[in-house]
């Protein structure tokens, strides 16, 4: 490879970026870790949409880089043509993967000396299954967070009569941290509810969730209860959140106790104080079992598909509030902690580095070749690369990638007044015009 590599990343939320980032950090030697060092350039692109994140929001990974823009796919494609890439993460959903796919095909129809495009998921694969994995076909890597899910990926693959040669095991690359060595005399002194934005989705639901973490806190006054929250009123994430937590808690009756409060943070950072992790189905899970923590994933609602928990079946971790209130400190089954790839050590990235090193090392490569086609799916890609203006030839629809001056400047400025609207709807609580106000601001 050569000695300076340069690594581009496009990612399209919060933890699309700390996935893409991390994952760059994992494939490319050098490039700079979060304190900063490293001797490859790595260039940060947002796709422009409803969850493009917050400077804050940013901060929480710590992956240094050295320029950051917000783009659309067009514009992406068009700083494609103009910069040299040596290795590309599309750290996006499946849409805009497949869209940036055939938008690189229009760029180099032929051989040629483009980027490496690796591409894959941020977390727990528990839905759409054939539908995310025949969006990101036509990547040179699709990464597999576990041998369980490599497994099923070149399954599918596979099964439609589609190359499955891109599928590469490594693991999730925020897995890590300092083992757990327990808070003594085998009790939790320090509890964490990991919150997600959209599951579960009703009132009802998180309204409840809420209200047994406090009273966890109530029965266990000798405990801290921390409620981790991704985001602050009016940031977005991957998964549109309806009704914040935060707003649920100033309505819960009787309050939050003292020994229960809200954070924000770095998962990472909370995960080295935490006795005890509870969720419904956050990948914070996958982290706190890596480390050893106690984690219990809840069963209050059910085991559901659209919970997400149904995943964590064989775990060992199901547990229901009643049983944690009881003193039940969940330890996951070492089985099924290798299958899901939990238990990665530092050579899970080996595979997938060598074989980026080898493909950038060819002086030329081939044009993606996505399993989608006019041919294989003519009453489908069209409309999927119309959403991201692109032709159904993957090349930009005009006036996609450099609109006039003044078109720009008042795109810009409508832009930011739309995303100011939907941040002060959530502070004032009118959630159900918020996100007809974001949609309105992807224009």
């Not at 998962?267 to 079992?289: F, H, I, K, P, Y």
């Not at 995303?419 to 974001?438: D, F, K, L, M, S």
């Amino acid at each position: 490879m050569p000695v300076s590599q340069r690594v581009a990343v496009l990612a399209d939320s919060d933890t699309r970026w700390k996935w893409g980032a991390l994952t760059a950090r994992e494939l490319v030697p050098g490039t700079p870790d979060p304190s900063g060092t490293g001797g490859h350039h790595l260039t940060g692109y947002l796709l422009r949409g409803r969850a493009t994140p917050t400077a804050r929001q940013l901060g929480e990974v710590g992956a240094r880089v050295d320029r950051l823009t917000e783009v659309t796919c067009a514009g992406f494609l068009d700083e494609l043509r103009r910069e040299r890439y040596d290795v590309v993460v599309l750290a996006l959903v499946g849409g805009a993967v497949q869209a940036v796919l055939h938008g690189v095909r229009a760029l180099w129809p032929e051989p040629a000396a483009r980027p490496v495009l690796v591409t894959g998921y941020v977390g727990v694969v528990y839905e759409k299954l054939a539908d995310g994995l025949l969006l990101r076909h036509g990547a040179d890597l699709v990464l597999a967070n576990s041998r369980h899910d490599a497994q099923r990926f070149r399954a599918v693959y596979e099964g439609v009569g589609a190359d499955a040669g891109a599928v590469t095991e490594t693991a999730l690359p925020f897995l890590g941290g300092a083992p757990y060595e327990g808070a003594g005399g085998g009790r939790a002194r320090t509890v964490v509810f990991a919150a997600q934005p959209s599951v579960p989705e009703s009132r009802a639901d998180r309204t409840y969730l809420l209200a047994r973490a406090a009273g966890h806190a109530r029965a266990h006054p000798d405990r801290e209860v921390l409620i981790k929250l991704r985001s602050r009123p009016g940031e977005h994430t991957t998964h549109l959140e309806e009704l914040p937590y935060q707003r649920l808690a100033d309505r819960l009756p009787g309050g939050l106790p003292a020994n229960c409060r809200l954070v924000y943070g770095n998962m990472g950072e909370v995960l080295d104080r935490t006795d005890l992790l509870v969720t419904v189905s956050s990948t914070a899970a996958l982290e706190s079992l890596h480390r050893g923590i106690p984690t219990a994933v809840l069963t209050d609602l059910g085991v559901r598909e659209a919970l997400g928990n149904h995943h964590f079946t064989g775990s060992g971790c199901l547990a229901s509030w009643d049983r944690l209130d009881a003193g039940l400190l969940p330890t996951g089954d070492p089985g099924w902690l290798a299958a899901q790839g939990v238990l990665a050590d530092a050579g899970a990235f080996d595979a997938a580095r060598a074989r980026v090193a080898e493909l950038a090392a060819l002086p030329l490569l081939a044009p993606p070749d996505p399993y989608y086609t006019l041919t294989t799916a003519p009453g489908y890609l069209p409309g999927l690369l119309a959403r991201h203006h692109l032709a159904p030839d993957g090349t930009p629809l005009p006036g996609s990638t450099r609109p006039a001056a003044g078109e720009s400047r008042l795109r810009g400025w409508l832009r930011g007044r739309l995303r100011e609207a939907a941040r002060g709807a959530y502070r004032h609580g009118v959630q159900r015009v918020a996100p007809t106000i974001r949609r309105m601001g992807e224009l």
